[in-house]
């Protein structure tokens, strides 16, 4: 550019520009070099590397230490970016040239579409050389089930609103209506569980295969009503697979019918007699035990020797629930590691029995406890000598709550089939949880894989 043969005014614009865009350096610059300053006085000179993470400081005694959490929402990664910034000064009108990012805001929105309707029309000819008539026959599988309407995508939806939120069918009803203009009645909807249920089976099969397979199984049982008589929910439970089933009876059948004679983990659960059908190792649950010792409390408070009982019992239990384990410097070997797990799992019946031991005769608050604590002695410290096996019931109480809560809002179901459905759909979704799953993809791609396994349909039929 010859700078003699420019034009004053272009000469101008030049040098406004050029200065602007050196301020601005020099501003990032003493930024940078304040920055570097605060990081120079809070690094000493021979710094660990950046992946070191040091010790932390000692509390004094009496003080809790203060946890350093970092509660910033991240931000989401932007579908669509706006950008807002003036071209020229609002207030002298000048061009205006460099730029930098000030501030972010993000804004989320809900797309809330209405139901599309797709009319599928079939038209048939007359051949005039094989004098008949000929029309393609629809081969729409990869899209519905049999003669249903709705496609896979609402009837996982739909299978989610139910099992997942756990909304009843007229409140799924409305919300179809209200959001997307989709009329369907209490009977379609009741239908398509119902198919998503019956297509699920083998599905449902194969959890009870994975839980006679676990090492430990969970389970517990709670009441259930089905058209408005009573029945029981039953539940066996891993950390990973959860397995349901309905069965009017509340009978030790009903444990065998689901962990099968050849069960050879180990089953936790209360002291219900249901479970002594199980021959195997077994797990009796301490909180149910811990438990009911504070019931008795609370009705004998002013019991000095049910204090001191109390005092032992879960002095013994603290103990082995402490228990940290042989030393591996005397005992070297998983063989030996595993005799001395047995020796102090015995140890500690044995001290759990002499403290129970003056109270079996004589009739005192504590006897029916005691006799309990005689009764499945042998079952009470199997925690001690595998460390795999939990010392509570907890996990299947937990993995109860998600149904007790939807029979608290529905009552229970109105028939056998809905029994089974409500079964195979909270065993489904409630694995899926466990697995940190997303339900309702996990519901979508069980249609389609099923869908995909059926044999192909011809696509011309002729008469």
Not at 4 to 29: F, G, M, V
Not at 169 to 194: C, D, P, W
Request: one cysteine or more; proline letters at 7%.
């Amino acid at each position: 550019m010859n700078l003699s043969a420019a034009p004053r005014e272009e000469l101008i614009t030049a040098i406004l520009r050029l200065r602007d865009e050196n301020s601005y350096l020099k501003h990032q610059l003493n930024l940078l070099r304040r920055r570097l300053e605060q990081l120079q006085k809070k690094t000493p000179t021979d710094h660990p590397p950046p992946h070191f993470k040091p010790n932390a400081p000692e509390t004094p005694p009496g003080e809790r230490r203060k946890r350093i959490v970092n509660f910033g929402r991240k931000r989401d990664v932007p579908d669509r970016i706006v950008n807002h910034a003036y071209q020229r000064c609002p207030d002298c009108g000048a061009k205006l040239y460099g730029g930098w990012l000030k501030s972010r805001r993000q804004i989320i929105d809900l797309p809330l579409p209405a139901v599309t309707v797709t009319e599928h029309q079939v038209f048939e000819h007359w051949c005039s050389a094989c004098h008949k008539k000929v029309s393609p026959r629809l081969d729409l599988a990869d899209a519905v089930l049999g003669n249903h309407r709705v496609s896979f995508r609402l009837m996982s939806l739909i299978a989610t609103l139910r099992e997942q939120c756990r909304l009843p069918l007229g409140v799924i009803r409305g919300y179809l209506k209200m959001f997307h203009q989709l009329k369907l009645s209490e009977g379609e909807i009741t239908a398509v569980l119902n198919t998503v249920a019956g297509l699920a089976g083998p599905v449902h099969r194969r959890l009870k295969q994975e839980i006679r397979g676990s090492p430990v199984v969970h389970g517990d049982e709670t009441g259930w009503r089905q058209n408005g008589r009573n029945g029981y929910l039953w539940s066996f439970s891993t950390p990973a697979v959860k397995y349901l089933l309905y069965r009017k009876s509340r009978g030790r059948q009903v444990v065998r019918e689901a962990i099968g004679d050849e069960f050879e983990g180990v089953l936790v659960s209360d002291f219900y007699g249901g479970y002594n059908v199980h021959q195997g190792y077994h797990q009796r649950c301490w909180a149910h035990l811990l438990r009911d010792i504070n019931k008795l409390i609370a009705d004998y408070p002013d019991h000095y020797q049910l204090k001191q009982w109390t005092a032992d019992v879960t002095s013994v239990f603290q103990t082995a629930k402490d228990y940290p384990g042989p030393d591996p410097r005397r005992h070297p070997t998983p063989r030996a590691q595993k005799q001395q797990r047995v020796r102090d799992s015995r140890e500690f019946a044995d001290r759990l029995m002499s403290v129970c031991q003056p109270y079996l005769v004589k009739q005192t608050p504590m006897t029916t406890l005691c006799k309990r604590i005689d009764k499945y002695i042998d079952e009470l410290f199997l925690f001690v000598t595998d460390p795999a096996v939990p010392s509570d019931n907890n996990p299947a109480e937990r993995a109860l709550r998600h149904s007790v809560i939807s029979r608290k809002i529905s009552g229970g179901t109105r028939s056998a089939r809905g029994s089974n459905t409500k079964m195979v759909l909270a065993s489904l979704f409630g694995t899926w949880r466990l697995q940190q799953k997303n339900p309702f993809q996990e519901c979508l791609n069980l249609l389609e894989a099923v869908s995909a396994a059926r044999p192909a349909v011809e696509t011309v039929s002729g008469e």
